[in-house]
């Protein structure tokens, strides 16, 4: 059978659409019927109480629908949005313009690249807050099909982590592979055999990060390591949930162990069910690093719709959704939203805050042709991380 993936191609061809999509086609072909169409995508609201989301699947979603006689709008990927605007209305990260029957069958997996994407560099980045200045991981990708591993990786990557722990998720993003040692060294070799011969057998770039929570008690083995290692950089701790207790009192107990014995230098790296609500505390009892795994590969996508708002240059919307195509501003001091019909003028300053308002929507494909230069990885994470710096300045409790 091989395994259950759709390849490209099959992607590319409409096989991962729903079948509606196919024989809505089908109709409005046999009959003739081609409208200008305007088809945005926005979100009714965010998962599990999230204020703000950051847009992701651009460049997946343009590798999809280049080629097609079609024209295509959005925020540049990485961007931070909110589903609504000052005045309530749905804001459109992305639309696109043209004859419907171009893009029926596209809507599915378009709406996957963009959900999916979309909600693991938002977890990724409201990780990141939580973080603070710490080392963030992207540990995840063992709990996902491993067919997506390059898609979460780069995401995460994109939304704040620092580094990624599979070898193909770090050729995506041209960064080395990050991670620690696995309980299985230890069991295999025993403790000491297996610190000793990490530090002699892996190569000078690769950090002295020694787990100790196999056997023994965290304090004793922590001490234990920092002698073996030549130059520890850190311990880490994956306690099993069965024996943490309180895991933010082993930790500060830890860092108390390894400071009064000199190793001051030696951080704490923790990881195992670590989310945004779990971090804070433990980073302030003395973790510095995170390993961050299922909250991030299976965070709750963004809940994107695709909506013809438009026919032929008149409002055409469905019930609930706002007609008519729009121009988006985003306030650069506040990140609240503004809409205007396509082609108006917004307002001077943002009507809350006084702020600039920037326009948000670039022009992506031209009749199909890629008319935009897609940012490098490191561009749109430089972009999210500046993006959150500004958040931290504007609101007290920004995740
Ligand atoms: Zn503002």
């Known amino acids: 059978m091989g395994f259950f993936i759709a390849k490209e191609d099959d992607i590319k061809k409409g096989k991962t659409t729903d079948v509606y999509f196919v024989r809505t086609e089908k109709i409005l072909r046999e009959k003739n019927v081609h409208n200008l169409s305007v ?20 460049e997946e979603a343009v590798e999809l629908l280049k080629g097609k006689n079609i024209d295509l709008y959005a925020f540049p990927e990485g961007s931070l949005f909110k589903p609504r605007d000052i005045n309530g209305v749905l804001v459109p990260v992305m639309y696109i313009v043209g004859d419907y029957v171009e893009f029926a069958i596209y809507e599915t997996p378009t709406l996957g690249f963009l959900c999916h994407t979309s909600g693991i560099m938002t977890k990724s980045a ?138 001051k230098d030696v951080g704490i790296f923790v990881s195992g069910g670590l989310n945004e609500k779990t971090i804070p505390e433990l980073k302030e009892v003395g973790a510095n690093g995170f390993g961050v795994g299922t909250s991030i590969s299976n965070a709750p996508t963004i809940d994107f719709a695709m909506d013809i708002v438009e026919i032929d240059g008149k409002p055409s919307a469905k019930k609930g959704k706002f007609g008519g195509r729009k121009d988006t501003y985003r306030c650069k001091e506040c990140f609240s939203f503004v809409n205007v019909r396509h082609g108006e003028n917004p307002p001077e300053r943002c009507p809350v805050c006084g702020g600039e308002l920037e326009p948000m929507h670039r022009k992506i494909l031209d009749k199909g042709k890629l008319v935009y230069e897609l940012p490098g990885v490191e561009d749109m994470r430089n972009y999210v991380l500046s993006q959150l710096e500004h958040l931290k300045k504007v609101e007290e409790n920004p995740i």
Request: hydrophobic fraction near 45%.
């Open 39 to 58: 088809a945005e995508f926005t979100v009714s609201g965010l998962p599990n109480g999230y204020r703000w989301a950051l847009f992701g699947g651009l």
């Open 126 to 263: 409201r990780v990141r807050l939580a973080a603070g200045d710490s080392v963030v991981l992207s540990f995840g990708i063992r709990r996902m099909h491993p067919a997506l591993a390059p898609m979460i990786d780069r995401a995460a990557y994109i939304g704040g982590c620092d580094g990624v722990s599979s070898l193909i998720g770090a050729e995506t993003i041209n960064q080395p592979a990050k991670g620690t040692m696995p309980h299985a060294l230890m069991i295999t070799m025993g403790e000491d055999e297996a610190w000793k011969a990490y530090d002699e057998l892996m190569p000078p770039e690769v950090p002295r990060i020694a787990l100790i929570d196999t056997f023994g008690d965290e304090k004793y083995e922590a001490i234990k390591a920092a002698k073996i290692f030549r130059k520890l950089q850190s311990v880490r701790l994956d306690t099993p949930g069965s024996r943490r207790g309180n895991f933010a009192a082993i930790i500060r107990e830890v860092r108390w162990e390894l400071d009064v014995r000199g190793y």
